[in-house]
């Protein structure tokens, strides 16, 4: 079984970069979502229904380019976002009151 470090990530070159607008790098980032037994079950059952994503663990995609500024000052901007499967089958979680 993978170990999984919440509230941490990687990045990495991006080797298959064919184009300028593609990231130079990419990686992601687990972090720890909402723990529905710390909350009240009316807000648990109405993040199950309307933002399931956010319960448990949260994986997101990252992207990242190489940039300048105006004054020649070299940085790089960060883009994340949720992949496409985490969003279309969002983690089940199952609390005390929902025991099956």
């Not at 790098?25 to 199950?48: K, M, N, Q, V, Y």
């Not at 992207?63 to 020649?72: L, R, T, Y």
């Amino acid at each position: 079984m993978e170990k999984k470090y919440l509230n941490s990530g990687a990045i990495f070159i991006n080797d298959r970069k064919t184009k300028d607008s593609q990231p130079d790098l990419t990686g992601s980032l687990l972090l720890e979502g909402i723990d529905p037994t710390s909350i009240s079950t009316e807000l648990a059952d109405l993040l199950r229904k309307e933002a399931p994503q956010f319960l448990g663990e949260i994986k997101y995609r990252l992207a990242s380019w190489k940039k300048e500024s105006k004054n020649g000052k070299k940085f790089i901007s960060i883009s994340a976002s949720i992949p496409e499967e985490e969003q279309a089958q969002p983690a089940e979680v199952v609390t005390e009151e929902d025991p099956f």
